[in-house]
């Protein structure tokens, strides 16, 4: 079978939620079209199931491929992002350009959020996407989730130890191939020709 890991569209900054409850942002405009070209590049795939983040970036990127497809997505919390609890949210570039701390301890391949053990965080992507490949074998499955999470899963499959060892873009596409004696393999990583002019 084949998993189809996408990554989220651009989202909006929150710097911090008024009553310290966990930053939940929607798409920028630039967002919203990353998402129609999701859907663009794989709306005439034949996939058997589409699982989302629960958050609202992940929800709302899903949701043209979904009616693409005709498909429900299915809210799975295992493939949430490490920093899903914080109260803020800044857009990894913005980090970058202002040489944030939090920046720094990505590019180190640590996760900049103290809420989650990056041990824990991997195990739990791991779980959750396994599942969801035992329960369509022989089939694909997209899973529309965020660059922790895509990097614990490829990750896992390729051996890599570091928590973040690469940079997925936007709506970026990465496809791993399952066996069905459970072998696992990348077929392609960060694929971005469908929206690389609005990264």
Partial sequence: MEIVLVRHALPMRIDATPDGTPADPGLADRGVEQAERVAAALGH?????????????????????AAALGLEPVLEPGIAEFDAADPSYVPVEELRASGDPRWLR??????????????VFK??????????AAQHRGGRAVLVSHSGSINAYAGHVLG???AIWF?????????????????????????????????
């Fill in 167 to 199: 940079a997925p873009a936007y709506c970026s596409v990465s496809r791993i191939a399952i066996s069905r004696n459970g072998r696992k393999g990348i077929v392609s990583l960060n694929e971005t020709q469908h929206v690389r002019d609005l990264l």
């Fill in 45 to 65: 795939d034949r996939v058997e199931a589409l699982y989302t983040s629960p958050s609202r970036r992940a929800v709302e990127t899903a949701a043209p491929l």
């Fill in 123 to 132: 195990t739990r992507v791991v779980e959750a996407v396994e599942r969801i």
């Fill in 160 to 162: 890599e130890e570091r």
């Fill in 106 to 119: 990505l590019v180190a391949g640590d996760l900049y959020s103290d809420s989650i053990d990056p041990h």
